[in-house]
């Protein structure tokens, strides 16, 4: 079993960052994804890394998020800059391990002036 614990959500102004963190306590994460969640719309992939490292990106997050993971503390980040009012979403952290898959509890980012 997994238990994910999310961090760093807010509100912010339309141009600036916010830096998000899911901690896994449990099992070792093999794969990590982040995932967002508007009201009224599906959940919809915002960037995942591999066990190796390599990276994707969803095409309306590219070259302003950066998802990366410390494996020393089973953690993933997700840094996001130039952040937009369309960004707004509950946003949340998937992991995958030993073939299972979890998600944690979401956590708000607003942007907003």
């Known amino acids: 079993q997994v238990q994910l614990v999310e961090s760093g959500g807010g509100l912010v102004q339309p141009g600036g960052s916010l830096r998000l963190s899911c901690a896994a306590s449990?099992?070792?994460?093999?794969?990590w994804g982040w995932y967002r969640q508007a009201p009224g719309k599906q959940r919809d992939l915002v960037a995942q890394?591999?066990?190796?490292?390599?990276?994707s990106y969803g095409d309306s997050v590219k070259g302003r998020f950066t998802i990366s993971r410390d494996n020393a503390k089973n953690t993933v980040y997700l840094q996001m800059n130039s952040l937009k009012p369309e960004d707004t979403a509950v946003y949340y952290c998937r992991a995958v391990s030993l073939g299972n898959i979890y998600w944690g509890q979401g956590t708000q980012v607003t942007v907003s002036s």
């Open positions: 890394i591999t066990n190796s490292g390599r990276t």
């Open positions: 449990g099992y070792i994460v093999n794969a």
